[in-house]
Each structure stands twice: as C-alpha cells, then as structure tokens.
C-alpha cells in the first residue's frame, strides 16, 4: 500500500548558487527535495537530507553559516506541517 505522500521541491537561487560554486557536484542536492509522508494513524512526517550530510558528501567547508540557515528554514517549515 503506497501511503499518502507529497514531494515538495523548493529553493533559494542566490543561496544555492554559494552551494553549487564551492562544489558544482552539489548540485545533486539541490534545490532542496521535503517529502512528506501520512502513516497509518494519520500522523504527517517529514524526511529530507540533512545539510551536514550534504556538506560532507561535496566536502564544503566554506558554507557553515549558509548551511545553517537552510537548516533552520527547513526546521521551520517542518515544525508548522509535522505531527507532534
């Protein structure tokens, strides 16, 4: 049974960009995919990839303070449309 799911895609161009310049290869990650699955009880959940991943798998280390940011957009975004 394929449970009741959306993908939402969605970025920030001139954020992106910084990602990208410092490795173009992150470009693989970006812009930044959400899915949002319902579970049998009807709760809603979250999954992304988390940015210290991404930053890790591109070896970007010129972008901590950009990728805290996405963190705390996302985290923001999640927080208002997850169950508790």
């Known amino acids: 049974k394929l449970r009741p799911s959306t993908l939402l895609v969605f970025g ?3 954020l992106g960009t910084r990602f990208i310049t ?14 949002l699955t319902q579970d049998d009880n009807g709760d809603v959940w979250a999954v992304w990839t988390g ?30 449309i997850t169950s508790k």
Do not use: C, E
């Open 51 to 80: 940015f210290d991943w991404i930053a890790k798998r591109h070896h970007i280390k010129d972008r901590t303070a950009q990728f805290k940011m996405a963190t705390t957009v996302v985290n923001s975004i999640t927080s208002t």
């Open 22 to 35: 410092s490795n173009p290869n992150a470009g693989l990650d970006w812009p930044v995919r959400l899915l």
């Open 12 to 14: 920030n161009p001139p």
